[in-house]
């Protein structure tokens, strides 16, 4: 199985500070399509988890652009410019080139 | 609007069975592989089944093969999951989405298995 480790598990911020999360996978998630199906996705407190990237740097629809995704391979990170109160939650990295589709660990973004 | 509306949770006994269902709708139901993801109280998630679009390939992590069953029907819009023979580890909020992209997720169902 592909093992996703996400760091930090927990962030401190304050309102305004941007913050950067990695992600790295134990196998490439390049896929024979050449696609890399890599996807950040945030569960906000009591909700479903919600997509805001998908294959690496797509921002999904509705997404403000102060979330942004970098990487390839095994190696990958999400960056937040300019928290806001509304980004609050675990944030999850997860892929869908192999099966079983696995998830990272998660990181869990706090008010400082 | 996509919306994905899991149904069928509840309490059930160890060794019982439960069949969930997620009703889709805003999108062409049939042109996507759908799965079912699941966390359990306070832990992160953990995908658990995959059924390709036309529902000819089916996939599924170890612990749930030979007791789950993900099946689909195009003409209903809808997703199932058919569990046997529940543990108290299958205890967990069961999510329906959109497999490849997980684009979207339903608001879940809680399973609880006890006696």
């Known amino acids: 199985d592909v093992v996703m480790t996400q760091t930090p598990p927990s962030l401190s911020v304050a309102i305004g500070q941007s913050v950067s999360i990695s992600c790295k996978s134990s196998q490439s998630l390049v896929y024979s399509d050449g696609k890399t199906y890599l996807h950040w996705l945030l569960q906000s407190p009591g909700r479903s988890p919600k997509r805001l990237i998908y294959q690496v740097s797509n921002l999904g629809s509705g997404v403000p652009d102060r979330f942004s995704g970098t990487g390839s391979q095994k190696d990958f990170t999400l960056k937040i410019s300019r928290v806001e109160a509304e980004d609050l939650g675990v944030y999850y990295c997860a892929q869908t080139t192999h099966f079983p589709r696995t998830f990272g660990g998660g990181t869990k973004l706090e008010l400082k | 609007e996509v919306q994905l509306v899991e149904s069928g949770g509840g309490l059930v006994q160890p060794g019982r069975s439960m069949k969930l269902s997620c009703a889709a709708s805003g999108f062409t139901f049939s042109n996507y592989g759908m799965a079912w993801v699941r966390q359990a109280p306070t832990k992160g998630l953990e995908w658990v089944a995959t059924i390709s679009y036309d529902g000819s390939s089916t996939y599924y992590r170890d612990s749930v093969k030979g007791r789950f069953t993900i099946s689909r029907d195009n003409a209903k819009s809808t997703l199932y999951l058919q569990m046997n023979s529940l543990r108290s580890e299958d205890t967990a909020t069961y999510y329906c989405?959109?497999?490849?992209?997980?684009?979207?997720w339903g608001q879940g169902t809680l399973v609880t298995v006890s006696s």
């Open positions: 989405t959109r497999d490849s992209w997980f684009a979207y």
